[in-house]
């Protein structure tokens, strides 16, 4: 096995407390070829992120011990870990969460987890992750 291989693979950290979200997304982003980490709770997923340094997070809202508006805050904090792209994935489609999330500041997009797919997520992370995309959706 090439020892090079491995280090050009991207590392997604997702933090959702579904089960089956998590299932379904790490599935997908694996036969895409990225390194996958995942934590049920906010709390448990800052400490992830903080330990492995992803090169993007796919982040819920609404998980039991730390909320993702808190773990946005803290990563926000953390001049190692504020450079970070995360995408907010969430079942949350009010206003005023979208307006909360984007007066944070940090969060490269806020998509609604019933209105996309697996793979569309796979393909803005990709975006992301090329440079190819600096606004909202």
Same mark, same amino acid.
């Given at each position: 096995?090439?020892?090079?291989? !491995?280090?050009?693979?991207?590392?997604?950290?997702?933090?959702?407390?579904?089960?089956?979200?998590?299932?379904?997304?790490?599935? !997908?982003?694996?036969?895409?070829?990225?390194?996958?980490?995942?934590?049920?709770?906010?709390?448990?997923?800052?400490?992830?992120? !903080?330990?492995?340094?992803?090169?993007?997070?796919?982040?819920?809202?609404?998980?039991?011990?730390?909320?993702?508006?808190?773990?946005?805050?803290?990563?926000?904090?953390?001049?190692?870990?504020?450079?970070?792209?995360?995408?907010?994935?969430?079942?949350?489609?009010?206003?005023?969460?979208?307006?909360?999330?984007?007066?944070?500041?940090?969060?490269?997009?806020?998509?609604?987890?019933?209105?996309?797919?697996?793979?569309?997520?796979?393909?803005?992370?990709?975006?992301?992750?090329?440079?190819?995309?600096?606004?909202?959706?």
């Amino acid at each position: 096995m090439d020892d090079g291989s !491995r280090s050009e693979r991207k590392r997604v950290c997702i933090v959702d407390d579904d089960p089956d979200v998590l299932m379904m997304y790490r599935m !997908r982003f694996e036969q895409e070829g990225y390194d996958v980490s995942v934590a049920m709770d906010g709390e448990t997923g800052l400490a992830l992120i !903080r330990s492995i340094h992803p090169d993007i997070v796919i982040l819920d809202i609404h998980m039991p011990k730390m909320d993702g508006v808190s773990v946005l805050s803290e990563l926000n904090r953390d001049p190692g870990l504020a450079g970070i792209p995360v995408i907010v994935l969430s079942n949350n489609n009010s206003d005023q969460m979208f307006q909360k999330i984007s007066d944070l500041g940090s969060a490269r997009y806020y998509i609604v987890k019933t209105l996309t797919t697996p793979q569309k997520v796979v393909d803005i992370v990709s975006e992301v992750l090329a440079g190819d995309s600096e606004t909202y959706e």
